[in-house]
């Protein structure tokens, strides 16, 4: 293969010219192409003329460029078979539909014209001498060049929308609106083609007061508490922001939401992006802004929900005249052993948001036996111990994943591992993990609290029961766990105090 790039150009600086693969003919032929070719310029790009003596050489020549926008193809008197075995190789084998394929046939095929336009997926038919003054050649060769850049925009485009269905697919999987907002800034970049040195934001603004999601680049370093609240007095400053006018345009969606908030995605990507850039860039933000709505909604579920549990959970510790943040403090240590024990965050946050229930069965049990300062007759220990399947029975029924966890830990979380536990006498792991964790969230957290009965226990004293207790009441790998990590438990024990016990 021979490259021939335009009169005074350096061969080293190819890569803004269209390429062009002639094939056959001599290397004169393509030095005398590429002189007649000097001066022209299509959309602003120079040529840059390749030569193949075979269609051998041309296969090599097409399998290593991968934007040649003509080629010419010249058919003499030695037959047409091989050349049209090429066309078949370029659209089907290499499944290239964007290159225009021109024939320069010998006079002797002029009649075979309407046959291979027909029969094979050619452009341009031109019999040899049509060609021969740069004018005519120019006139082909705009033609071929315009019908190429025509195609290859029109698949980008298509690859495009391919591109921002799959993104925005994509971000239904975020777990939170920080992780939705991240991912929507990366896409965003690729839809507007951004440099390196692009910067973007997305702001969500609640209450006349801006948070930030997700910021990339030199908005990372904004102070998003000195903003406005009004967004035209925002977007000006984000425009401005770093020190000096951009000269190319930004790109900005704005989005009031249904829950109350309005975002806004900000974009500045060190260049002007294309009207079809904006477009699409837009369409994704659109598709995009659905998902942000359910996520909000979501949340805005899930934290009433939560409310709802803590307060189930409450009422049974109120009656009971226990400590108010105990439930809260069980789902703290509850998830924090969970992911001790390496079960997946979205496993943990489950088994929080369940175990606050644990003693939902206590609302069965009357004031007499839940506050009685002595120690409960056996008779009245067999009433307290009934708790358990009371709450089981309360929350079974239910198909909801929190409301089964919880179901589980309220049956269960007296078991004990050894055995000689209520209401069932499991042991082992036929109490389930989540009853087994609960019951040491529990245990420790009654031992270190007052209650009605008893002061709370000495630190060193509780270390020592649950040494001795390891195998015999509690799990001894997640005793073990609890044990070694004991310090972040004690943090979330100071983070929820009824009063300072240690």
């Not at 005249?321 to 079960?343: D, I, M, S, W």
């Not at 004990?416 to 609960?438: A, F, M, N, V, W």
């Not at 009654?446 to 020592?464: F, G, H, N, Q, T």
């Amino acid at each position: 293969m021979n490259r021939y790039p335009g009169h005074g150009e350096d061969s080293t600086t190819t890569e803004t010219e269209w390429s062009i693969l002639v094939i056959g003919g001599g290397q004169d032929e393509a030095m005398l192409l590429s002189r007649l070719l000097a001066d022209f310029r299509f959309e602003g790009r120079g040529i840059r003329v390749l030569h193949a003596a075979g269609t051998y050489e041309a296969r090599l020549v097409l399998e290593e460029e991968q934007d040649i926008a003509v080629v010419m193809m010249e058919l003499d008197a030695s037959g047409k078979r091989q050349l049209l075995d090429l066309i078949d190789y370029i659209r089907q084998a290499l499944m290239n539909a964007a290159v225009r394929i021109v024939v320069v046939a010998d006079k002797k095929w002029a009649d075979d014209e309407e046959e291979i336009m027909f029969n094979y997926d050619v452009n341009n038919f031109r019999v040899k001498g049509e060609l021969d003054t740069a004018s005519k050649l120019k006139s082909a060769l705009v033609g071929s060049l315009r019908a190429y850049r025509d195609f290859k925009k029109t698949e980008d485009e298509k690859k495009s929308l391919e591109y921002v269905a799959l993104s925005s697919s994509l971000v239904l999987n975020a777990g939170s609106l920080e992780m939705l907002a991240q991912d929507v800034l990366r896409h965003l970049a690729s839809i507007l083609n951004t440099q390196s040195c692009y910067g973007g934001l997305i702001l969500q603004r609640s209450h006349r007061r801006w948070r930030r999601l997700a910021a990339i680049g030199k908005y990372a370093e904004l102070d998003v508490s000195a903003l406005p609240w009004e967004l035209e007095s925002v977007l000006p400053q984000l425009r401005e922001f770093g020190g000096n006018l951009p000269t190319h345009e930004s790109f900005d969606f704005h989005s009031p939401s249904v829950a109350g908030t309005e975002r806004l995605i900000f974009v500045d990507p060190c260049r002007t992006p294309s009207d079809w850039e904006y477009y699409l860039a837009e369409s994704y933000c659109a598709n995009t802004d659905a998902v942000f709505e359910n996520l909000e909604l979501r949340h805005e579920i899930e934290s009433t929900q939560k409310e709802i549990i803590y307060t189930l959970g409450e009422i049974a510790e109120t009656r009971s005249q226990e400590t108010g943040f105990h439930v809260k403090r069980v789902a703290e240590y509850t998830k924090l052993l969970a992911l001790k024990y390496g079960l997946p965050e979205e496993e943990a946050n489950l088994l929080a948001l369940a175990s606050p229930m644990h003693d939902i069965g206590k609302v069965g049990i009357s004031d007499s036996i839940l506050n009685k300062p002595g120690k409960l007759t056996l008779e009245e220990y067999e009433t307290m111990k009934s708790h358990a399947i009371s709450g089981y029975e309360m929350l079974k029924h239910s198909s909801r994943p929190i409301l089964k966890t919880a179901a589980i830990i309220a049956l269960q979380h007296h078991e004990k591992y050894g055995g000689g536990g209520y209401p069932q006498g499991l042991s082992g792991e036929e109490i389930h993990l989540y009853g087994r964790i609960t019951a040491i969230a529990d245990v420790f957290d009654a031992l270190a609290s007052d209650r009605v009965y008893k002061k709370a226990w000495p630190l060193s004293e509780i270390i020592d029961l649950f040494h001795q207790e390891k195998g015999k009441h509690f799990d001894p790998s997640l005793t073990d766990l609890f044990l070694e990590h004991l310090e972040e438990f004690l943090e979330i024990r100071a983070q929820y105090a009824d009063e300072k016990v240690f």
